[in-house]
């Protein structure tokens, strides 16, 4: 069995969580190598061991049994791609706030020693894939684990937006910040914050969601999976908007310009260990009551 450990270095000084981890699976004689989840640059954490060959995440992930990240969410979407396109399973360890995604806590590594056994399950997710269109010029093509976001960004000003599906119109001439289209594991992320509902991450559904909307009848709505969503600057518009998938670098929309968002044919597996099920996972980590 082949395990890669890829910890956030800001967040796991030292990778004291990674080698721990790669202690408990060694017991066991599964391979472990270790892979950075991105490229650091010129920041180097002061923290950052030497004695540690990282090795290039593409590449191990061809053979791989299992990808466990050590962060945040942030560290499991921006790894979430790369291991769905190779049919990786990812587990989650939470080193950062919240960590919804994430199946353990720090103080949980031990029960990494159920791997070997075979003693977990795996949960798969439904993906959105997202394309952006300039006529009938593709210039954006991603897929999504959690959401992709239709913005005014920073600009003190609101965005108008046509929102349709199968090419019915459902928010016409949106007006406010703009739009999220998520997925049910995005659900209890940014959509949330802005009001939508939260969903079972294990459903199929595409759920759109206002950003503080100007307009009283902009109201969140659910989909089925089937639809295909279209947003777009209304005719004739001279503003931009922004969109940003899973929190990542947003690129410019503007004229005639059209995001297409619809269910990937793709899905992110999700490793589980505790037996915990949505409902605590929901009261544990966003204090909505007793775990």
């Not at 005014?152 to 199968?166: F, H, Y």
């Amino acid at each position: 069995m082949k395990v890669i450990l890829s910890s956030n270095p800001f967040r796991d000084k030292g990778m004291k969580a990674a080698r721990q981890v790669a202690s408990i699976l060694g017991k066991d004689g599964v391979e472990c190598c270790y892979c950075l989840p991105f490229e650091l640059g010129s920041v180097i954490p002061p923290e950052m061991p030497r004695d540690i060959e990282f090795k290039q995440m593409d590449k191990e992930l061809n053979g791989a049994d299992m990808l466990v990240c050590f962060g945040g969410d942030g560290t499991i979407l921006h790894a979430a791609k790369d291991a769905t396109s190779h049919g990786v399973p990812i587990l989650g360890v939470n080193l950062g706030s919240i960590g919804f995604m994430a199946e353990l806590e720090e103080s949980e590594l031990n029960l990494v020693s159920r791997i070997p056994s075979g003693g977990y399950t795996v949960e798969k997710r439904m993906m959105l894939q997202v394309r952006a269109f300039r006529g009938k010029q593709l210039i954006y093509d991603q897929v999504a684990l959690n959401d992709a976001v239709i913005s005014k960004g920073s600009i003190a000003r609101v965005a108008e937006l046509d929102v349709t599906a199968d090419g019915t119109t459902l928010l016409s001439h949106l007006s406010g910040d703009g739009v999220i289209v998520s997925t049910p594991t995005g659900s209890t992320a940014y959509s949330m914050s802005a009001g939508g509902p939260i969903v079972e991450p294990s459903s199929d559904m595409l759920i759109i969601t206002p950003i503080c909307a100007h307009q009283l009848s902009a109201r969140p709505l659910v989909l089925s999976a089937e639809r295909n969503i279209a947003v777009q600057l209304p005719k004739r518009s001279r503003k931009s908007v922004y969109l940003s998938v899973d929190g990542g670098k947003a690129i410019r929309l503007s004229g005639t310009d059209r995001v297409e968002i619809r269910k990937a044919d793709c899905r992110t597996q999700l490793v589980r260990l505790t037996g915990k099920n949505f409902y605590q996972l929901l009261n544990q980590k966003l204090g909505g009551g007793r775990s």
